[in-house]
Every structure is written in structure tokens, then in C-alpha cells.
């Protein structure tokens, strides 16, 4: 089977976004703030965003079961305070629980955490615990950056994430790294931003010593690990130079990278220099490039076509599309068993 590990709810109804504006124009005007029963979006209306979207591509593609999470850029944790992240974050979770629950078999939910800049990162445990007990999600997305692009937030490494991270060992899932909005005009969302962040948080696990606290932590870095895979030299050397082992005793038993790469050549570096075992099929659809490629008649996000392509054994391939995600998410190796998958 083929498991796509970074899969984001970019479809919702519009009625949510509605909600959202309302609810950040409430910051300003409490009269306008909606209430948090608020929208009133029915089943149908959550199949039809993914029929014939979503679940349409995944059967084109063969993609058999989607992690999916709220979407990325609309996470925005930079808006207003706390508050107004938690009641955000528990709207979007329910809607990619309820598409869960209609489609079993094709999604599993991944956890939206209430972050606000400045804040305890531990007062998103009980929303982390309620989407794992109640809602079965199987991985949470971490945003490094609550600022928006300023990153005021301490290093990944900083032992004031130390208490999520328990909570993560505790119910043996992964976090997916992963921004969101940019409000920084020196950085756009998906074309710098994300990759900034995913090269950052990189070279901040190298820094530090976090797995040596957290041996069993398992992080995901998205977009084929930003520019980590195209400068792995620079990152063996700054190892050294940082007195630290080599990258794969230091960091590449816990750090994962996915395959959102949308070009042959770079999908081919991804392959041929990260390890087999530290990449996990994905493809963020549909995500942040959803155009054809003139150059080839396909979707850029058609990562499938590319990993196909790349000449890898058999035995990679079934690593990549399949045995890594269940190695990587206990909870969904679990729910696929289940299921007599």
C-alpha cells in the first residue's frame, strides 16, 4: 500500500474560513466574534470538499491512506492570543476528525496544536491529549515559529519543549515540523518560509543533544527537509567542527525526511543521499504547488511518478511508500492492523 504521511485539509468547506475571519475580527470587536458551536457544516458538505479533491487524486495516484492534518497556513499561531489559537485549533481538528470518520479506510487524522508566540509550549497538551484519546490521531504538527516568520521561539533543542515532548513519548507519536504563515515580507510562506524552517530546524537538532534526553522521539521534517539533503557535506562538516558523531548516530535515528520534492532531479538527490530508511512517502496534496508541469503533463505534486522513476530496489520502495510510515507512526500501524492491513 502507498501511505501519504503529509496530507493537509486545504479543501474545507468555506464555512470555516468564514468562522476564522470572524473570529479574528472579534480581536479587534468583540460584537463580531462568532461562537465556537459555530459553523454548522454538514457531512455532506465534508465529502463533497474531499470527493472530488482529495480522494479524487488519491485514486488516480494509488494512494491508499492520507495522514491528515488541519491546513498549514491557515494554522496562523501569530494570530491574536492563546485563546483564541485554542478554540481555532479544536474547530480544525474536529473537521479532519469527522473526514476521518466518513472515509476510515483513506484518512487518519494528525493533531493541530494551539500555539501562541510567547506562550508555555505545555498548554497545548490538553488539546494533543484530547486529539489522541478521542479523535485516534496518529502525529501532531509542531510549529517552531508561532511568530509568523520572526522566530522569537527558542530552539527546538530548548528544554521548554521538554514538556510536550514527554507528552509525545508518552503516547509514542511524531511531530511533523511544520510553520505556518509567514508575516515576515523578507520570507514568503511556501516558497522561503517553509523551507527556511525546515532547514532550521535541522541544524538545530545537530546543535543540540535532544534524542540523548528523548531517545524514542520521532520528528518528521517536511518538503524533502528543505535544503538539508542538497548541503548534507556542510552538515557532516559542522557536525565535526560542533564536536558532535556523525549525522547518522546523532540525529537520523529520530529525523525523518518526506518525499514533498515536486522535480525528478531533486527527488533523485533526496533518494541518493539521505538513507532509505529516514524517508517516508508524501505529497502535500493538495498543498502549496498545484499546477501541471508543462515540462512533463503531470501534477508537480504527483511525487509517486518521481519515487517510480528514481531507480530505486524494490525493497526501498516498499520502505518509502509503506514500512517506514508504520515504523515512524505506531498509532497508524495499529489502526492499519485493525483494519487486516
Same mark, same amino acid.
Given at each position: 500500500?502507498?501511505?501519504?504521511?503529509?496530507?493537509?485539509?486545504?479543501?474545507?468547506?468555506?464555512?470555516? +474560513?468564514?468562522?476564522?475571519?470572524?473570529? !479574528? /475580527?472579534?480581536?479587534?470587536? $468583540?460584537?463580531?466574534?462568532?461562537?465556537?458551536?459555530?459553523?454548522? !457544516?454538514?457531512? =455532506?458538505?465534508?465529502? +463533497?470538499?474531499?470527493? *472530488?479533491?482529495?480522494?479524487?487524486?488519491?485514486?488516480?495516484?494509488?494512494?491508499?491512506?492520507? %495522514?491528515?492534518?488541519?491546513?498549514?497556513?491557515?494554522?496562523?499561531?501569530?494570530?491574536?492570543?492563546?485563546?483564541?489559537?485554542?478554540?481555532?485549533?479544536?474547530?480544525?481538528?474536529?473537521?479532519?476528525?469527522?473526514?476521518?470518520?466518513?472515509?476510515?479506510?483513506? @484518512?487518519?487524522?494528525?493533531?493541530?496544536?494551539?500555539?501562541?508566540?510567547?506562550?508555555?509550549?505545555?498548554?497545548?497538551? $490538553?488539546?494533543?491529549?484530547?486529539?489522541?484519546?478521542?479523535?485516534?490521531?496518529? #502525529?501532531?504538527?509542531?510549529? $517552531?515559529?508561532? *511568530?509568523?516568520?520572526?522566530?522569537?521561539?527558542?530552539?527546538?533543542?530548548?528544554? *521548554?519543549?521538554?514538556?510536550?515532548?514527554?507528552?509525545?513519548? +508518552?503516547?509514542?507519536?511524531? #511531530?511533523?515540523?511544520?510553520?505556518?504563515? *509567514?508575516?515576515?515580507? #523578507?520570507?514568503?510562506?511556501?516558497?522561503?518560509?517553509?523551507?527556511?524552517?525546515?532547514?532550521?530546524?535541522?541544524?538545530?537538532?545537530?546543535?543540540?543533544?535532544?534524542?540523548?534526553?528523548?531517545?524514542?522521539?520521532?520528528?518528521?521534517?517536511?518538503?524533502?527537509?528543505?535544503?538539508?539533503?542538497?548541503?548534507?557535506?556542510?552538515?557532516?562538516?559542522?557536525?565535526? /567542527?560542533?564536536?558532535?558523531?556523525?549525522?547518522?548516530?546523532?540525529?537520523?535515528?529520530?529525523? @525523518? @525526511? =518526506?518525499?514533498?520534492?515536486?522535480?525528478?532531479?531533486?527527488?533523485?538527490?533526496?533518494?541518493? %543521499?539521505? $538513507?532509505?530508511?529516514?524517508?517516508?512517502? /508524501?505529497?502535500?496534496?493538495?498543498?502549496?504547488?498545484?499546477? !501541471?508541469?508543462?515540462?512533463?503533463?503531470?501534477?508537480? =505534486?504527483?511525487?509517486?511518478?518521481?519515487? +517510480?522513476? /528514481?531507480?530505486?530496489?524494490?525493497?526501498?520502495?516498499?520502505? !518509502?511508500?509503506?514500512?517506514?510510515?508504520?515504523? %515512524?507512526?505506531?498509532?497508524?500501524?495499529?489502526?492499519?492492523?485493525?483494519?487486516?492491513?
Amino acid at each position: 500500500m502507498i501511505i501519504d504521511c503529509h496530507g493537509h485539509y486545504t479543501t474545507a468547506p468555506p464555512a470555516l +474560513e468564514a468562522w476564522r475571519n470572524r473570529q !479574528i /475580527a472579534g480581536l479587534t470587536d $468583540p460584537s463580531a466574534s462568532p461562537r465556537p458551536a459555530d459553523p454548522t !457544516i454538514s457531512d =455532506d458538505e465534508l465529502r +463533497e470538499s474531499v470527493e *472530488s479533491n482529495q480522494l479524487r487524486l488519491m485514486d488516480e495516484r494509488g494512494i491508499d491512506m492520507t %495522514v491528515f492534518s488541519p491546513r498549514a497556513s491557515f494554522m496562523a499561531h501569530h494570530v491574536g492570543d492563546f485563546r483564541t489559537s485554542a478554540e481555532w485549533a479544536a474547530l480544525c481538528n474536529e473537521l479532519c476528525f469527522r473526514v476521518s470518520r466518513l472515509f476510515p479506510e483513506r @484518512f487518519v487524522p494528525a493533531a493541530m496544536l494551539p500555539q501562541s508566540p510567547g506562550v508555555d509550549p505545555a498548554t497545548c497538551i $490538553p488539546e494533543l491529549t484530547r486529539c489522541v484519546e478521542e479523535y485516534g490521531a496518529v #502525529a501532531l504538527n509542531l510549529n $517552531p515559529d508561532p *511568530s509568523g516568520g520572526h522566530w522569537t521561539a527558542p530552539p527546538l533543542t530548548d528544554r *521548554s519543549w521538554y514538556p510536550l515532548y514527554e507528552k509525545m513519548a +508518552e503516547y509514542d507519536v511524531p #511531530a511533523m515540523i511544520h510553520v505556518s504563515t *509567514s508575516v515576515n515580507p #523578507a520570507f514568503h510562506t511556501t516558497g522561503a518560509h517553509y523551507l527556511n524552517a525546515d532547514t532550521t530546524a535541522f541544524m538545530q537538532l545537530v546543535q543540540g543533544d535532544l534524542f540523548r534526553d528523548f531517545p524514542t522521539l520521532r520528528l518528521v521534517i517536511p518538503h524533502g527537509g528543505g535544503a538539508v539533503p542538497y548541503h548534507w557535506g556542510r552538515f557532516r562538516g559542522l557536525a565535526m /567542527a560542533l564536536g558532535k558523531p556523525p549525522l547518522e548516530e546523532h540525529v537520523l535515528g529520530n529525523v @525523518f @525526511f =518526506d518525499t514533498c520534492v515536486y522535480h525528478q532531479p531533486g527527488s533523485d538527490l533526496l533518494f541518493d %543521499v539521505v $538513507p532509505t530508511r529516514n524517508i517516508l512517502f /508524501a505529497s502535500e496534496m493538495i498543498g502549496a504547488v498545484r499546477d !501541471i508541469d508543462p515540462r512533463t503533463g503531470h501534477h508537480f =505534486d504527483d511525487t509517486r511518478r518521481y519515487a +517510480e522513476a /528514481a531507480g530505486l530496489s524494490p525493497e526501498g520502495w516498499a520502505d !518509502i511508500r509503506e514500512h517506514n510510515a508504520r515504523s %515512524v507512526y505506531p498509532r497508524l500501524d495499529a489502526l492499519l492492523k485493525r483494519q487486516g492491513r
